[in-house]
């Protein structure tokens, strides 16, 4: 499902060649969900954006079923970041003043579904993910940080993508609230064979995932 074949990230400082992703080469079968360990500035998020087409890697390839997008156009690279893939970061990244539901429904409406279709998507999507129909009209900046977290998993769901990349889903969270997103994210990859991937450093969260690797000196290795 996910193939990275020798991903390097170069970046000029100075004088100085500095290589956040050296060689990194690994694969995801469909429904894995896996997660990327690391310390501040081992590369983690560069390597997350590079496999969300945010950034395009220097040398190496990145194939999302069959579709190699480290060669995609910008036009296309769009549409991919769009359709197939689903982001979820640490600070949330909601809307304030939207709703739980209209932040939901943004993703749709640039894909250009009709709002009865993403009003139902998208309610269903909260449901899914634990919140009352009671919070899905509440406004994002009057939930709690997990409430908040779960509707930013929810929006990332939108689309239907093949692969959600997740950027410390539980940084922000409390130990009972980052369990809580911890098993929904898992729930999410192994019932609805969803791939998801999360960058943290968070032995707890990685604990609980299917395959876990390790990022340090832009070089990356599986733990057993």
């Known amino acids: 499902m996910l193939s990275v074949t ?28 896996a997660a990327i360990l ?25 194939v999302v079923d069959d579709v190699n997008i480290s060669k995609l156009p910008d036009r296309k690279l769009t549409a991919y970041r769009r359709d197939d893939i ?10 304030p003043n939207l709703s739980a539901q209209e932040n939901v429904m943004l993703p749709m409406e640039f894909a250009g579904r009709s709002h009865s279709a993403r009003s139902a ?19 994002a900046n009057r939930l709690s940080g997990g409430m908040q977290q779960r509707v930013a998993i929810a929006r990332a769901l939108a689309n239907n993508p093949k692969l959600i990349l997740a950027d410390e889903p539980t940084g922000n969270l409390d130990d009972e609230t980052g369990e809580l997103i911890i098993e929904l994210l898992r729930r999410l990859a192994h019932e609805k064979k969803t791939t998801i991937l999360v960058v943290t450093h968070d032995q707890a969260l990685a604990s609980q995932t299917d395959r876990k ?9 599986e733990d057993d």
Request: glycine share 12%; no cysteine; charged share 20%.
């Open 6 to 33: 020798d991903v390097v990230k170069t970046f000029n400082s100075g004088d100085r060649t500095i290589k956040p992703v050296n060689g990194v080469s690994f694969s995801l079968e469909q429904g894995t969900f």
């Open 38 to 62: 690391g310390k501040s500035g081992s590369g983690k998020s560069t390597l997350l954006s590079l496999l969300g087409a945010l950034d395009k890697a220097t040398s190496g390839d990145v």
């Open 86 to 95: 689903g982001f979820v970061f640490q600070s949330y990244n909601l809307i």
């Open 121 to 139: 998507r998208a309610a269903e999507l909260l449901n899914q993910v634990g919140l009352t129909e009671e919070m899905h009209s509440r406004k």
């Open 213 to 221: 690797f390790r990022l340090a000196r832009g070089k990356l290795t």
